[in-house]
Nanobody
Framework: VQLQASGGGLVQAGGSLRLSCVAS????????VGWFRQVPGKDRDFVAA????????YYADSVKGRFTISRDNAKNTVFLQMNSLKPEDTAVYYC??????????????????WGQGTQVTVSS
């Protein structure tokens, strides 16, 4: 499966962005999907994940209450709604998919499939 992330951009602190991750080359439903982010020179961090059916979600403590992950399997798309953005949210955001489930993405910080990144920049 190939993943295409989009929706990044420049926003002021307190603003919102919605990232999208579209899958092609296969159906999305067998895969849990996660979002990760990375700042140059630092390790990749887990942000959020959603189970194959969408019933279970996982969030990093730093984004709980501000970010919401959701999916539309009919459209092979996963979304990350980011509200109340902070300068420390600035990073390249990557979507990832794995059949081992959302808990695997949350615990391992690894995935079988990765999309290209989309830059999110939050100005103070």
């Amino acid at each position: 499966v190939q993943l295409q992330a989009s929706g990044g951009g420049l926003v002021q602190a307190g603003g919102s962005l919605r990232l999208s991750c579209v899958a092609s080359g296969g159906t999305f439903s067998p895969y849990a999907v996660g979002w990760f982010r990375q700042v140059p020179g630092k390790d990749r961090d887990f942000v959020a994940a959603i189970s194959q059916g969408g019933a279970v979600t996982y969030y990093a403590d730093s984004v709980k209450g501000r970010f919401t992950i959701s999916r539309d399997n009919a459209k092979n798309t996963v979304f990350l709604q980011m509200n109340s953005l902070k300068p420390e949210d600035t990073a390249v955001y990557y979507c990832a998919a794995d059949q081992r489930g959302g808990s695997y993405l949350y615990r391992s910080n690894e995935s079988s499939y990765w999309g290209q990144g989309t830059q999110v920049t939050v100005s103070s």
